[in-house]
Nanobody
Framework: QVQLVESGGGLVQPGGSLRLSCAAS????????IGWFRQVPGKQREGVGC????????DYKDPVRGRFTISRDKAKNTVFLDMTSLQPEDTAVYYC??????????????????WGQGTQVTVSS
């Protein structure tokens, strides 16, 4: 079982930046992907992007491409989501999630098995 702990959410003004972290622990951290997702009340969970452990493949969804960056610290089993040029429509609870399989990740929620607790990101002036 893999456990995920997110951190780094908060309140930021439009145009600002935030870094989210996702620390993974447990078994199964040899060949996996980490996905980032977000959800606002009343809407479906939306994929943000993902990173694969074996090939380092990174995928971004169109609404965040060019503004968000996913990276990792392999030694610490931690994945980061750096968010820049934040806008009010980026306001959501952000989740990281774990999937077995370390190649060519896809940020589709149904592919992921273990989820973090979520962290609130609010973009407002």
């Amino acid at each position: 079982q893999v456990q995920l702990v997110e951190s780094g959410g908060g309140l930021v003004q439009p145009g600002g930046s935030l870094r989210l972290s996702c620390a993974a622990s447990g078994e199964g951290l040899d060949f996996y992907s980490i996905g980032w997702f977000r959800q606002v009340p009343g809407k479906q969970r939306e994929g943000v992007g993902c990173i694969s452990s074996a090939d380092g493949h990174i995928d971004y969804k169109d609404p965040v491409r060019g503004r968000f960056t996913i990276s990792r610290d392999k030694a610490k089993n931690t994945v980061f989501l750096d968010m820049t040029s934040l806008q009010p429509e980026d306001t959501a609870v952000y989740y990281c999630a774990y999937a077995r399989g370390g190649y060519y990740c896809i940020a589709s929620a149904g592919l992921y098995d273990n989820w973090g607790q979520g962290t609130q990101v609010t973009v407002s002036s």
